[in-house]
């Protein structure tokens, strides 16, 4: 059963920095891993993503500001976001899409003032 649990959210001023993680559990690779962000009444979107062969995706908003990285021994996901904007206030989900899965975390609040 695959499991994933974030941390790392929280509250920071515009400009600031935050490290979201995503411990999985249940899987034997991190492809497939993914960060998705959903802000009041909007469309949950995806943020980045972590393919075969280290390969990376990200939205367009990111703009070189996030950098997702996978820790593969500790089975680990890790979103590290600088620059960080007042519209990137939203529920960041770690999720795993693979193999016919689709599992998502419980969810980590990112809150940023202006």
């Known amino acids: 059963q695959v499991q994933l649990v974030e941390s790392g959210g929280g509250s920071v001023q515009a400009g600031g920095s935050l490290r979201l993680s995503c411990l999985a559990s249940?899987?034997?690779?991190?492809?497939?891993m993914n960060w998705y962000r959903q802000a009041p009444g909007k469309e949950r979107e995806l943020v980045a993503a972590l393919s075969t062969g280290g390969l990376t995706n990200y939205g367009d908003f990111v703009k070189g500001r996030f950098t997702i990285s996978g820790d593969y021994p500790k089975k680990m996901v890790n979103l590290q976001m600088n620059g960080l904007k007042p519209e990137d206030t939203a529920v960041y989900y770690c999720?795993?899409?693979?193999?016919?899965?689709?599992?998502w975390g419980q969810g980590t609040l990112v809150t940023v003032s202006s």
């Open positions: 249940g899987i034997a690779s991190l492809n497939g």
């Open positions: 999720n795993f899409r693979r193999w016919g899965l689709d599992v």
